[in-house]
């Protein structure tokens, strides 16, 4: 059988399918395959004359739409077959491909060819919720007003499930969970080139460039007061404007953050100074909640609950304040956190989060960064950010420098 492989992805809009279309492709081109993506919606928006973001247009019962879409969809189709036949080694279709009918003229065009089907879906809801809004503040929508924009989405998505028809007969397929990165079904009739590695690199975590930063000095942290929801010192707006300036020529279409203001004051110089960024807040980011200790210094523990102080030091991982949260018990939702940063950031981009002290800690940690008992320790300045680069041949966690941190008429 043939060498040559399509990858065609199946799944509801906003599914994460562009996002898993690029990760094959970049990962698999650094192997010295030559991977290419064809996307039908980028396609769509080239050719309409006009806009072409009315959910109307998907409409199964609006004539003109189905044969504008199923033109792209054969003109990307004979794109990839040419580029199979020529230097190509692996073709992507990037569309929703949710009728057996379109699935079965993929099959037809590509007769002879080894094809694997691969499904996106995701069952969280938040998330779904978070990427819709994400996506309906893309340049298709700008013409609307943020709620007609998502509404406009949701309706487009409400078409495509009418139409939408489960992985049944395709020979072979899988079906991840692309919020989870986990395999929910998969079956193989034939032999799939690239089987194994396709597999593998779907439920493995790759990070290009995670820019991990820590919030700016507030008045807490002047007086070593934990938690709160203290505003930055000027020191702490200056570090601020500091690092949007270190970060001015490095894209960065979405930070993320906790919602707790040090954090989002820490973001907002920074997304202004960007071409196009925005900021989402995340509570499964918000720092570790010291319970009936929020709100004092740690010399004020040590005299009135010496009990907190010392069983802290005892096991600072596994201890959890009354009342509040311990590191051992902010795992899941930082897990969980890091699964929205995924599934929300576009595979291609850089993503900046910024977090707290303990949060940071975990967030590296869930890298598998040191061992849990060392985490609670990890040095987290205020004048430096971990840069992280995370790939199957290598690990980078490193902690670098931004420009002084002092305000610049000082
Ligand atoms: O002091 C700043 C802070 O972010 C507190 O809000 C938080 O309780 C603490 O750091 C976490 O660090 P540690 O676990 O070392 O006390």
């Known amino acids: 059988m043939d060498s040559k492989l399509v990858i065609v992805l ?46 109307e247009f998907f409409s199964p019962q609006n004539p003109e739409g189905v044969a504008f879409r199923e033109k792209c969809a054969r003109i990307n189709l004979d794109l990839a ?87 049944h007969s395709e020979r072979n397929c899988i079906v991840v969970d692309s919020f989870t990165g986990s395999i929910l079904q998969e079956k193989l009739a034939d032999v799939v080139p690239y089987y194994d590695r396709i597999r593998d690199l779907i439920t493995t975590r790759i990070v290009k460039n995670l820019f991990l930063v820590r919030h700016g000095e507030t008045y807490f942290n002047l007086e070593d007061r934990i938690g709160g929801d203290s505003v930055l010192t ?89 009342e509040g949260e311990g590191y051992a018990t902010m795992e899941q939702r930082i897990h969980r956190g890091l699964q929205k940063v995924f599934y929300l950031n576009n595979y291609d981009d850089n993503i900046m989060i910024v977090g707290h002290r303990a949060v940071n800690r975990m967030i590296l940690s869930d890298f598998l960064f040191r061992q849990k008992e060392e985490v609670p320790y990890v040095y987290m300045p205020q004048n430096r950010y971990y840069h992280l680069q995370i790939d199957p041949h290598k690990k980078n966690f490193e902690l670098q420098p931004y420009a002084s941190g002092q305000s610049k008429k000082r």
């Open 234 to 322: 000027a020191k702490g707006l200056a570090q601020a404007r500091a690092l949007a300036e270190h970060f001015s020529t490095i894209p960065i279409p979405i930070i993320f953050t906790s919602n707790y203001l040090r954090t989002l004051q820490t973001a907002a110089p920074i997304a202004e100074k960007q071409e196009h960024s925005s900021i989402i807040a995340l509570p499964e980011f918000n720092e570790i909640h010291a319970g009936i200790c929020d709100g004092m210094t740690y010399q004020e523990i040590l005299a009135r609950m010496p009990e907190v102080a010392d069983a802290r030091k005892q096991d600072k991982y596994g201890y959890t304040y009354p």
């Open 10 to 55: 199946v799944g509801l809009p906003a599914r994460g399918k562009s996002t898993m279309a690029r990760k094959i492709a970049r990962t698999l081109e650094r192997d010295e395959l030559k991977v290419r993506v064809f996307n039908n919606g980028e396609l769509r928006r080239k050719l309409a004359q006009g806009n072409s973001s009315a959910p």
């Open 81 to 167: 077959q040419s580029f199979l036949q020529e230097e190509g080694d692996i073709a992507i279709i990037d569309a929703s491909n949710v009728s057996r009918q379109r699935r079965e003229m993929i099959e037809e065009t590509m007769a002879g060819r080894p094809i694997l089907f691969l499904e996106c879906r995701n069952a969280d809801e938040e998330a779904l919720e978070a990427n819709l809004v994400r996506k309906s503040s893309l340049r298709e929508f700008a013409h609307l007003s943020p709620q007609k924009a998502i509404d406009s989405f949701a309706k487009r998505i409400s078409f495509y499930e009418t139409m939408y028809e489960p992985l």
